[in-house]
């Protein structure tokens, strides 16, 4: 079993297999901890460039399961052929839903109270109050409602907002209310004074955002995206940034990482942090528990967490979105 993380620092892995530390290295260029034929698990890299995630999957002819330290799969899926057939490929549900949540908060909250704004006076040591919006009695839209999506309404909920609308890709019934298909998108986004994006990258999702989901937002409305880049198409926002009529908290872009000298750094009304929704203080923790609970699962032969789904077979589970 290959894993990311020193083994010596995951109490309750379960006995038996033999681990293998392996995070791909400083350059990407660390070699193999053994044999790639003959590994059972591969729990891929976190926060290394696609490259070095993707690097060993063709190599992985015994693999059974695939385990990465992320929501989204994406990055995985896109190389499905180069993995072998009866491969079970696994998301990190449970391990950043916290941290995810609390940094679309936080670039809410940022972005309506003006923060950018404050800081950069006070690099010019100047005193410049201003009037800005709550998110108090806000009509709020979460795009992509499932674990994440779920973990910021918690988090919305002491902020006092007037209305949570969910949107997610099939309709259902919560505790909360109901979650709408995206398909009902056309007649919440006018409504909705912040629109947060927690929907997984996927073939429908890519472009979602596009100049008519834009066109169709309030004059004044927040766009926060915490959900992957080309979810966005960039060239239709900094159109509609452009015009000054909606403002954006992304912290992920397409292209990622944002270049120097792209016209989204200096576009009015972006606030950009550069995709630090996982990487906190409360990855770790969640991580070696998903892994310590999932490996003992595999070893004993009982289900396994978080199935998105099974190579060469068609079938696909659910990733929580």
Same mark, same amino acid.
């Given at each position: 079993m290959w894993l990311p993380l020193p083994p010596d620092e995951i109490e309750g892995l379960p006995e038996g297999p033999r681990y293998l530390f392996w995070d791909g290295g400083e350059d990407g260029g660390q070699p193999y901890p053994g044999d790639p034929?003959?590994?059972?698990?591969?729990?891929?890299p976190y926060m290394k460039p696609w490259s070095v995630r993707v690097r060993p999957?063709?190599?992985?002819?015994?693999?059974?399961?695939?385990?990465?330290?992320?929501?989204g799969v994406?990055?995985?899926?896109?190389? =499905?052929?180069?993995?072998?057939?009866?491969?079970?490929?696994c998301n990190a549900r449970g391990v950043h839903e916290t941290s995810t949540a609390e940094l679309a908060?936080?670039?809410?909250?940022?972005?309506?109270?003006?923060?950018?704004?404050?800081?950069?006076?006070?690099?010019?040591?100047?005193?410049?109050?201003?009037?800005?919006?709550?998110?108090?009695?806000?009509?709020?839209l979460i795009v992509g409602y499932g674990s994440i999506g779920a973990a910021v309404e918690d988090r919305l909920t002491p902020f006092e907002v007037a209305r949570v609308a969910r949107v997610a890709r099939s309709p259902r019934t919560t505790v909360r209310g109901p979650?709408?298909?995206i398909t009902d998108l056309v007649s919440l986004?006018?409504?909705?004074?912040?629109?947060? =994006?927690?929907?997984?990258?996927?073939?429908?999702?890519?472009?979602?955002?596009?100049?008519?989901?834009?066109?169709?937002?309030?004059d004044g409305a927040l766009l926060v995206n915490v959900a992957r880049g080309p979810v966005v198409d960039?060239?239709?926002?900094?159109?509609?940034?452009?015009?000054?009529?909606?403002?954006?908290a992304l912290d992920v872009t397409d292209p990622e990482p944002l270049p120097p000298g792209h016209p989204l750094w200096q576009a009015p009304g972006v606030l950009i942090s550069p995709h630090v929704g996982g990487?906190?203080?409360?990855?770790?923790?969640?991580?070696?528990?998903?892994?310590?609970?999932?490996?003992?699962?595999?070893?004993?032969?009982?289900p396994l967490r978080n199935v998105i789904l099974t190579t060469g077979d068609g079938s696909t589970g659910s990733n929580g979105r």
């Open positions: 034929a003959r590994c059972a698990v591969y729990v891929v999957l063709a190599e992985l002819t015994g693999v059974r399961v695939i385990q990465t330290l992320t929501a994406d990055d995985i899926t896109a190389r =499905l052929p180069d993995i072998a057939p009866g491969v079970r490929l908060l936080t670039l809410t909250l940022a972005a309506l109270r003006g923060i950018p704004g404050f800081v950069r006076a006070q690099e010019r040591e100047r005193w410049e109050s201003a009037f800005h919006p709550s998110l108090a009695d806000k009509n709020v979650v709408h298909p986004l006018p409504d909705a004074d912040v629109v947060i =994006l927690c929907t997984p990258l996927t073939e429908a999702t890519r472009g979602l955002v596009d100049a008519g989901f834009l066109a169709r937002m309030k960039t060239g239709a926002l900094l159109a509609e940034l452009g015009t000054g009529r909606i403002t954006a990487p906190s203080s409360a990855f770790l923790p969640r991580a070696r528990r998903l892994l310590a609970d999932q490996l003992t699962r595999f070893v004993n032969h009982r």
